[in-house]
């Protein structure tokens, strides 16, 4: 089970930080994803961490958000900085490649004036 926290409305340029709590898995023996969906979009991938602890990041989030985990509190973070309003969505975590079983409610994330 996934549960996601943390989303929020926020102003342009400002930041959030995304939790993950993971249960039912073991965090650092998982390849870990963001998710996002928009409004009339399809989902997309924003981040992955890698076993090792590498990351990736889609181009339009690359040098602002920062994917990261804490094993011992098997939770998957995702910090957002410099948020834009293009950012707005909702934000799931899944593992990569995702699993259908995992997703959950995910996170609401408004960046607006």
């Known amino acids: 089970q996934l549960v996601e926290s943390g989303g929020g409305l926020v102003q342009p340029g400002g930041s959030l930080r995304l939790s993950c709590a993971v249960s039912?898995?073991?965090?650092?023996?998982?390849?870990w994803g963001w998710y996002r969906q928009a409004p009339g979009k399809q989902r997309e991938l924003v981040a992955t961490?890698?076993?090792?602890?590498?990351?990736y990041y889609a181009d339009s989030v690359k040098g602002r958000f920062t994917i990261s985990r804490d094993n011992a509190k098997s939770t998957v973070y995702l910090q957002m900085n410099s948020l834009k309003p293009d950012d707005t969505a909702v934000y799931y975590c899944?593992?990569?490649?995702?699993?259908?079983?995992?997703w959950g409610q995910g996170t609401q994330v408004t960046v607006s004036y």
């Open positions: 961490i890698y076993i090792p602890g590498n990351t």
């Open positions: 899944n593992r990569f490649p995702s699993r259908d079983v995992y």
């Open positions: 039912g898995a073991t965090v650092r023996a998982n390849i």
